[in-house]
């Protein structure tokens, strides 16, 4: 079996960690300034990395563009409620519910507390 867990890297762990927490139901596995482990029904669903910690190549420079290249894609079992938690902690939501003619699902778009882009699919 091969599965990818995907790490990000931020600027404020605690923060970033309490973000991802509120807007998809999600705990904390790890805990800590510079690495976090969130998780689901005891699955990894992303992990966070503070800006220039532990010299990996991709995770030194915060000034260039975050995210270029990459869409975090989320699948929910509750997209109303999903997209509830989004409006309740003020994120920067793009696009509200729409149906996706390509996907054949509902979804939204928003923003994290480190401009990622975010897609979040029933």
């Known amino acids: 079996m091969v ?7 931020v600027k404020d762990i ?12 999600c705990k904390s596995e790890h805990g ?5 482990i969130l998780t689901s029904a005891s699955n990894v669903i992303l992990c966070l990395h503070k800006w220039g910690e532990h010299e ?28 509830a938690n989004a409006r309740k902690i003020n994120a920067n939501i793009e696009k509200e519910i729409h149906y996706n003619e390509n996907s054949l699902k509902s979804q939204f778009i928003l923003r994290d507390l480190d401009n990622y882009y975010l897609i979040i699919s029933e």
């Open 14 to 25: 605690p923060k970033s960690s309490k973000f991802y927490q509120d807007l998809l139901d």
């Open 56 to 83: 990996h190549p991709t995770m030194l420079n915060p000034e260039m563009e975050t995210g270029n290249g990459l869409i975090l894609f989320f699948r929910v079992g509750n997209l109303n409620e999903t997209f």
């Open 32 to 36: 800590g300034e510079t690495f976090e």
């Open 3 to 9: 599965r990818a867990e995907t790490i990000i890297a």
